[in-house]
């Protein structure tokens, strides 16, 4: 038999699943409407360069415009019971599910990411977290204690604080706002909503889905714009509670708005976790969850395995069996099902990451990449990864939010704990390892929310997700997710 690779024939997913409107409006009180003073912004495929709809840009006084609604709004939403919020998360739950392809036809051509990632990953755990929190909308009580009330006596009877402003991310848009919302709104919460500017659409397309679930006017307002609107929200003194997943630096800026403020605030960072393989891990399983966490999402992903720690008696080993499997990775249309790593989301990431990958070989990293053709149209970056990497490189310490793994080694276990914790963030770690024991010791040790053994990437609605020190504060996802969102 001759040594030939099957070539992958074209497969991609029609476009024509979905309709895109030339414009939009913001989504304030169940309406579509024109920004205040009439300013417009593109939203632009990352892929192809292509404009695919001219979308209005909020200003403080639409700001203020979706403010006032979610306030009208919440009095008559928090009084419904439990069961009845219920029943509108269910609904649309269901509407998510029956028109996800749709929804993942849009978001892989707003954000870039492949289409396998938007259908298998994104859009079942979109409705996943509006099922989950649509079964706690009547529970409240026991979501916040985690035990039953006792029963013959005044149990707890936590409320909703008001009108929470959210600003989500452009790497994961749809799935950051069923996190926000979806709890915000089974906790009897309404909410404003501002998704980044390079990535709008689905959140209008969710406003949609919104009004054919008959949610009431109000409860749910989409302001699409840039940082000056997402500022405005925060900083308005109708908001009652703030929720933002970002960069650090804007978290920074957020947490100094609403001090002494009696805002509550969750806050969900950046990270630079590390992903510790041992010397007895099984080595094809971990190059699998390497390559899963740092080329998932394009590397767009805040508790991505950005620094890769092998022990150093396998360090060959496994960098060969990592290199072999990058070189299958196939970069390009987002839309085709065999893509494996689409586009970067804009040229402004692009430039930053192709400035750190930069810093990498100015500071005396080693650079890889396999053979890769990269299309002509759009942004674009190889799958890379560096050896040779210290702890004082930049490219070890600085989030890069790309497809860039640096690689450090480590000879113990205490070792590899010092290193994998000597960074400013604290998101998320992996482990690799047969031995149980050594899982339960390490992940007691390091100072990251989410720690994953023998996997990485792995979220469910009913776990809780977020970080420490300058990862951020809170956590989404699960029973915590919903105290947030709860006075008690």
């Not at 639409?62 to 029943?87: H, I, M, N």
């Not at 406003?207 to 307002?221: E, F, I, K």
Request: glycine share 10%; charged share 25%; hydrophobic share 40%.
């Amino acid at each position: 038999m001759t040594d030939q690779k099957f070539a992958y024939a074209p497969a991609p997913e029609s476009r024509a699943v979905v309709d895109i409107a030339p414009s939009y409006g913001l989504f304030i009180d169940g309406e579509f409407t024109d920004a205040a003073d009439g300013t417009v912004f593109k939203s632009v495929s990352p892929s192809s360069e292509e404009v695919l709809a001219e979308v209005a840009r909020a200003g403080e006084a639409d700001v203020d415009r979706a403010v006032k609604a979610a306030r009208k709004a919440f009095e008559k939403w928090s009084a419904l019971p439990g069961a009845e919020r219920g029943k509108y998360l269910f609904r649309i739950a269901r509407i998510i599910q029956e028109r996800s392809r749709e929804l993942a036809v849009l978001e892989s051509l707003d954000n870039g990411k492949p289409i396998r990632e938007t259908r298998d990953v994104d859009l079942p755990l979109v409705a996943a977290h509006f099922f989950y929190y649509a079964g706690w909308a009547d529970k409240l009580a026991y979501a916040v204690t985690g035990r039953s009330p006792k029963s013959g006596t005044s149990g707890p009877d936590p409320r909703p604080l008001g009108v929470a402003g959210q600003v989500i991310p452009w790497n994961f848009p749809l799935l950051m706002l069923a996190w926000k919302i979806a709890p915000a709104l089974a906790a009897g919460n309404t909410v404003v909503l501002k998704p980044a500017e390079t990535t709008p659409l689905s959140a209008l397309f969710f406003a949609d889905v919104c009004r054919q679930a008959g949610l009431p006017r109000g409860v749910v307002n989409i302001l699409t714009g840039y940082g000056d609107a997402g500022a405005a929200l925060v900083a308005h003194e109708g908001v009652d509670k703030v929720a933002f997943t970002g960069s650090t630096g804007v978290g920074k800026a957020i947490a100094r708005t609403v001090a002494g403020t009696d805002k509550k605030v969750t806050l969900e960072l950046g990270g630079k976790a590390a992903n510790i393989v041992f010397d007895d891990a099984p080595i094809d399983q971990a190059v699998e969850g390497i390559v899963n966490g740092i080329f998932f999402n394009q590397g767009h992903v805040c508790c991505a395995g950005s620094r890769l720690l092998v022990q150093e008696s396998v360090q060959d080993e496994v960098l060969d069996a990592l290199k072999r499997r990058m070189a299958t990775l196939r970069v390009g249309d987002p839309l085709d099902k065999n893509t494996d790593i689409g586009a970067i989301n804009s040229a402004e990431q692009l430039a930053r990451i192709t400035a750190l990958a930069k810093a990498g070989e100015e500071e005396g990293a080693e650079r890889w990449a396999p053979a890769c053709e990269l299309p002509d149209a759009g942004y674009w970056f190889a799958p890379t990864l560096f050896t040779g990497v210290t702890q004082a490189h930049r490219i070890a310490r600085e989030e890069i939010f790309g497809p860039v793994l640096s690689v450090l080694t480590f000879r113990t276990p205490a070792e590899a704990v010092e290193k994998a914790n000597n960074t400013p963030y604290g998101l998320s770690a992996g482990i690799w390892t047969e031995k149980g024991s050594r899982i339960l010791s390490m992940a007691n040790k390091l100072r990251a929310g989410v720690v994953w053994a023998n996997t990485f990437n792995k979220f469910d609605p009913a776990s809780p997700f977020g970080g420490y020190k300058e990862s951020g504060y809170g956590r989404e996802g699960g029973r915590h997710g919903l105290e947030g969102y709860l006075d008690v």
